[in-house]
């Protein structure tokens, strides 16, 4: 094989192996997503699961990195309303 043959292979096989991780970050964060509105209604921990399949998320989208950081904040927020309360 030549050389240039060699090049292009390597740089093939990089670009291919980054882009079958992103998808794989996709589809994995896309699955936690549905799981855990399904949650919503089904018994489970919907609120573990749709910041965590955000989170995967985030890192590749725009839009579930702000739906995330509003997440964070509504939690902020309501940790903060209950701690003025002293059980």
Do not use: D, H
């Amino acid at each position: 094989m030549s050389l240039t043959a060699k090049l292009i292979l390597s740089r093939l096989t990089i670009k291919t192996l980054k882009q079958a991780k992103r998808i794989i970050r996709i589809v994995i964060g896309f699955t936690l997503l549905i799981i855990g509105i399904a949650l919503i209604v089904l018994p489970g921990p919907a609120t573990i699961v749709i910041p965590a399949g955000l989170a995967v998320l985030a890192g590749e989208f725009l839009w579930a990195k702000r739906l995330l950081k509003r997440f964070n904040s509504g939690v902020a927020s309501g940790i903060k309303f209950f701690r003025r309360f002293k059980f």
